[in-house]
């Protein structure tokens, strides 16, 4: 459109000057300076409009959704206006090793059950990981919160842990930038009514470990072949350069080997993800092992 307009502009703004013309060479010197000037306006429409078509191409294929994968089940998803929520923030040092980062933001932090590894504010005498006046659910429900609608489904906790508090567990569903996310914390093996709520999941955080803590490998199949997701990405697995020894976390296994069992498995070299829509659209479901973030250290003791 820039191209059709500016030429047609350009001589539109000669005709003036060249009635103007006092003399036949003066007036032949101002139709040259004239036609250079078109020329050179042309040539700025051709940049005007490369430069809005480069903008235009950056801006399609700017992330809608950012995830990033913060250690053990928490998480972080931002959304394209910078909106965030943080998903299961641990207790420092409670069974696992390490520290929750300090000093994260959020709009909103979603929280499956009150496990200390899932739930930094539950824990005796730990200092919540978030700030006195933040937005926190822990409940089933919809809510709105910036650019994310989110789902809290009711669930049950995995066997044989949280019997002192129901083996109450919310699964959240996260809806943002057209993407669909869930957050599975330690639920059980699928039901058919949390396959029914979680139809069409496009990105699935799931506990997977080597020891099978949580869910057994067939259980994770299960989900996976029922659910289809596009992306699994597997969470609530040992971080070995995160412990101290062998022996801790006690009862957690790392990701190696059930990663072993599979041949579609893909170690992303960043705790952050993108979630474009080339990946989303590909056939089948992609397994990213992702790192923890840079923000969780090894404690120095
Ligand atoms: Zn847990």
Redo the contacts with the bound molecule.
């Keep these: 459109m820039w191209f059709l307009l500016c030429p047609i502009y350009a001589k539109k703004d000669s005709v003036p000057l060249r009635s103007n013309t006092p003399s036949l060479d003066r007036g032949a010197r101002l139709v040259i300076s004239l036609h250079s000037r078109w020329l050179k306006l042309r040539k700025f429409c051709f940049i005007l409009m490369g430069s809005v078509l480069i903008a235009a191409a950056g801006w399609a294929g700017e992330p809608a959704v950012t995830l990033e994968f913060i250690a053990h089940?928490a998480f972080r998803v931002v959304a394209e206006d910078r909106s965030s929520l943080i998903i299961d923030p641990y207790a420092d040092r409670v069974w696992l090793s390490y520290d929750f980062p300090a000093g994260l933001e959020a709009d909103a932090w979603l929280i499956s059950h009150p496990?200390y590894?899932?739930d930094g504010g539950d824990y005796r005498g730990k200092k919540p990981p978030w700030p006195v006046d933040a937005r926190v659910l822990r409940y089933p429900g919809e809510f709105e919160v910036g650019a994310f609608r989110v789902i809290g489904i009711q669930g049950l906790h995995a066997e044989p842990y949280g019997e002192e508090f129901g083996r109450f567990n919310t699964v959240w569903r996260i809806e943002v930038g057209g993407v669909s996310l869930a957050h599975w914390g330690?639920n059980e093996p699928l039901t058919a009514p949390m396959a029914k709520a979680l139809a069409g999941v496009e990105v699935l955080m799931l506990p997977v470990d080597g020891v099978e803590h949580l869910l057994s490998f067939a259980a994770v199949e299960e989900i996976i072949e029922r659910l289809e997701p596009k992306i699994l990405i597997p969470m609530?697995y040992r971080h070995p350069d995160l412990e101290p020894s062998a022996e801790t976390p006690k009862n957690l296994g790392e990701i190696d080997r059930w990663a072993a069992t599979r041949k579609d498995v893909v170690r992303v070299e960043d705790h952050r993800l993108e979630l474009e829509a080339d990946i989303l659209a590909r056939e089948g479901t992609a397994i990213y092992v992702m790192l923890h973030s840079p923000l969780v250290e090894a404690p120095s003791r």
């Design positions: 089940a496990h590894d899932h330690d609530h």
